[in-house]
């Protein structure tokens, strides 16, 4: 038989304590729609003098059996959102604008800064800061329209850089 002891009953306690701080300072947010899981969509702050902005999530899950595509996105905070990929071209970086975005099954496809693709915010209405959030609708051909909310942060790395 357990004895109930000090240790006994702190123990679970601390540990649910470092479970919800390490929650809350892992600092990311998800969405769940159909079989696609979008992890953590967020933007680097807008720089002055630039009319375009970049969004990013840090990946889409296919977890279901099926390739479903992104097809496009829509936000209040820009005129329009175009799909970009990036290529290197020898050692020139080029982005280009795709149709959309193949999301094979079973497979996560990531849109992180500095990787191969992202959103380009078109025309900002108003500056991204940090700290901001705002919405973006996300239209996939099977799972259909998903709007999530995209968080305005300076990434871990520090870039805020989009050369464009
Ligand atoms: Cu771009």
Same mark, same amino acid.
């Given at each position: 038989?357990?004895?109930?002891?000090?240790?006994?009953?702190?123990?679970?306690?601390?540990?649910?304590?470092?479970?919800?701080?390490?929650?809350?300072?892992?600092? &990311?947010?998800? +969405?769940?729609?159909?079989?696609?899981?979008?992890?953590?969509?967020?933007?680097?702050?807008?720089?002055?003098?630039?009319?375009?902005?970049? &969004?990013?999530?840090?990946?889409? $899950?296919?977890?279901?059996?099926? !390739?479903?595509?992104?097809?496009?996105?829509?936000? $209040?905070? !820009?005129?329009?959102? #175009?799909?970009?990929?990036? +290529?290197?071209?020898?050692?020139?970086?080029?982005? *280009?604008?795709?149709? @959309?975005?193949?999301?094979?099954?079973?497979?996560?496809?990531?849109? *992180?800064?500095?990787? #191969?693709?992202?959103?380009?915010?078109?025309?900002?209405? *108003?500056?991204?800061?940090?700290?901001?959030?705002?919405?973006?609708?996300?239209?996939?051909?099977? !799972?259909?329209?998903?709007?999530? @909310?995209?968080?305005?942060?300076?990434?871990?790395?520090?870039? +805020? $850089?989009?050369?464009?």
């Amino acid at each position: 038989m357990q004895r109930l002891t000090f240790r006994s009953i702190i123990r679970p306690l601390v540990g649910c304590f470092a479970f919800f701080c390490i929650t809350t300072v892992v600092y &990311a947010h998800g +969405t769940k729609t159909g079989d696609l899981v979008i992890d953590h969509p967020y933007a680097t702050p807008s720089l002055s003098g630039v009319p375009n902005g970049a &969004a990013y999530l840090r990946g889409i $899950e296919n977890t279901g059996s099926t !390739a479903d595509k992104l097809l496009g996105a829509s936000t $209040e905070v !820009a005129e329009r959102v #175009e799909l970009h990929r990036m +290529t290197m071209d020898g050692n020139i970086m080029r982005m *280009r604008e795709v149709p @959309n975005i193949e999301l094979p099954a079973k497979t996560v496809v990531k849109l *992180r800064h500095n990787g #191969e693709y992202h959103l380009m915010l078109m025309n900002l209405k *108003r500056p991204l800061k940090d700290g901001d959030r705002f919405d973006i609708t996300l239209e996939f051909q099977r !799972a259909g329209k998903q709007t999530v @909310n995209v968080w305005v942060q300076i990434p871990r790395d520090g870039s +805020t $850089e989009h050369k464009h």
